[in-house]
């Protein structure tokens, strides 16, 4: 059996943190890539999911007190089969030989991620895949036995390349083209014309970071199993500590901003995007790790295609536009298809509406109205 035991102990990296997945199918306009030092919650959900499952759950944070409000906040119910391990910096070698040891399951979920790129292998690409890395040796070499499953968020940036209209996106699919010009920025730094996007940078760190797992367990022949799991744009409510507005991640953010009236219209941007719930992607990481079928596959998770638009008119009908009541959009009509087969099939993912999913959203974040 290659699947962790039920009540097993479970690793969540990036507890009190986030994990951003973007990406509409085309580079648009860089408007749609705001600065993006606060990503999605996908780790502290996977970390409730986990928990709510009878699982325990050991989750790693920069210091010990920025993860203590989970204890007395959403997971206060749980608080006894939860525990915190510090993880000062992920590319710090040997950083995961503690926390590892003695779990029965890896859910990596943390990922080193900012949009001030001025190198993209400095700033992005190298963290990524050094963070994964060693994340994997640690857990080759200081696991023990117990250690069953490592499941690794990657991302749809690692799949998407520019297509032509009517394209379906699957997990056989892999993003080339964001490394192509990474690695030609490598080989001519100093070129002007080798200067790659921030969001080309991103892409090509999850891409290559993802490629790290697959070759690390072609070559290290590890005794654990492995899985990555490919989510696309991530709405969802709110769990992890938030301050104020400018603390909410940035794709629920782009949705608040809707709710308080700060976009002056809608804007879709060049091509239509698609969503997934944060719920479903923790239960797509609960599912890699529980189904032996699971073992070397890659999910892609995609609720469905949506539109700002589509967004607006859920917020309409369901009366949270209180700043801005937004003119009704035109349709657009989807142009880039997801084959979600593999995700239904093997993990027995139930997507969540894009309106139960938007709503759930803003109920979570009126407070900051």
């Not at 959900?45 to 989970?70: D, I």
């Not at 915190?84 to 859910?107: C, M, R, S």
């Not at 009517?166 to 056989?172: L, Q, S």
Request: net charge negative; aromatic share 10%; glycine share 6%.
């Amino acid at each position: 059996m290659t699947t962790p035991p039920k009540g097993g102990l479970i690793l969540v990296t990036g507890v009190t943190g986030y994990v951003r997945s973007i990406d509409p199918p085309i580079a648009s306009s860089e408007k749609y890539f705001p600065e993006l030092t606060k990503i999605i919650q996908i780790a502290s959900w996977t970390a409730l999911k986990l928990l709510e499952q009878g699982y325990k759950v050991r989750g790693t944070a920069r210091t010990l007190s920025k993860a203590e409000y989970l204890k007395t906040g959403p997971f206060a119910k749980y608080a006894s089969n939860f525990e915190i391990a510090e993880v000062a910096d992920l590319e710090d070698d040997g950083a995961f030989n503690e926390a590892v040891k003695g779990v029965d399951g890896i859910a990596h979920i943390a990922s080193p991620f900012h949009y001030r790129v001025a190198d993209a292998y400095v700033d992005l690409i190298n963290p990524a895949v050094n963070g994964t890395v060693n994340l994997l040796k640690a857990a080759k070499e200081f696991a023990g036995p117990h250690l069953k499953r490592v499941v690794i968020t990657s991302s749809f940036a690692a799949i998407v390349e520019p297509q032509e209209p009517g394209h379906t996106f699957d997990e056989t699919q892999w993003n080339q083209h964001s490394v192509n010009l990474a690695e030609a920025f490598k080989a001519d730094p100093t070129n002007p014309s080798k200067q790659i996007p921030a969001n080309e940078a991103y892409r090509a760190s999850k891409a290559l970071a993802e490629r790290s797992l697959w070759d690390f367990v072609k070559t290290e022949k590890p005794s654990f199993e492995v899985a990555a799991i490919n989510p696309v744009f991530v709405f969802g409510p709110v769990i992890h500590s938030v301050k104020d507005a400018e603390s909410i991640n940035t794709s629920v953010f782009l949705l608040y901003k809707y709710i308080a009236g700060l976009n002056p219209k809608v804007e879709e941007g060049a091509a239509p995007k698609a969503f997934v719930d944060v719920r479903d992607v923790a239960d797509a990481h609960v599912r890699a790790l529980e189904v032996e079928e699971a073992k070397g596959q890659r999910f892609l998770n995609v609720g469905g295609p949506f539109t700002w638009g589509e967004v607006v008119e859920v917020l309409r009908k369901h009366n949270k536009l209180t700043k801005n009541d937004y003119p009704p959009t035109g349709e657009v009509v989807p142009t880039y298809g997801y084959n979600t087969t593999k995700s239904k099939e093997v993990l027995g993912l139930k997507y969540t509406s894009l309106e139960d999913s938007v709503l759930a959203t803003a109920d979570s974040v009126e407070a900051f109205l």
